[in-house]
């Protein structure tokens, strides 16, 4: 199984992106799918998960702002994001579980978002 995200890229600060991963090589549906970020200097931390019944939650630094979407047909999962800020430069990773095996977490490469003027 692999997930592939892709998406990142540099804006400026108030800016959109849209990231989005897929996985392949599995025939599960994954249960819980998520966007992790770690920056540099910095411990990877949550930004937004998604269950398999859409109920979602988010980090308190990027409500409002974000938003995360799946599709389950797919094993896709998507993180818009709006008004970003500076602080907001990190490698952001997904996550889907279950879709290797039940419980089992699996992770994308990462991809690199820069906010800067």
């Known amino acids: 199984v692999q997930l592939q995200a892709s998406g990142g890229g540099l804006v400026q600060p108030g800016g959109s992106l849209r990231l989005s991963c897929a996985a392949s090589?599995?025939?599960?549906?994954?249960?819980?799918m998520g966007w992790y970020r770690q920056a540099p200097g910095k411990q990877r931390e949550l930004v937004a998960r998604?269950?398999?019944?859409?109920?979602?939650n988010y980090s308190d630094s990027v409500k409002g702002r974000f938003t995360i979407s799946r599709g389950n047909a797919k094993n896709t999962v998507w993180l818009q994001m709006s008004s970003l800020k500076p602080e907001d430069t990190a490698v952001y990773y997904c996550?889907?579980?279950?879709?290797?095996?039940?419980?089992?977490?699996?992770w994308g490469e990462g991809t690199l978002v820069t906010v800067s003027s």
């Open positions: 998604i269950t398999s019944s859409g109920v979602t």
């Open positions: 996550k889907m579980t279950g879709v290797y095996a039940p419980g089992i977490d699996s």
């Open positions: 090589g599995s025939g599960r549906s994954a249960n819980a």
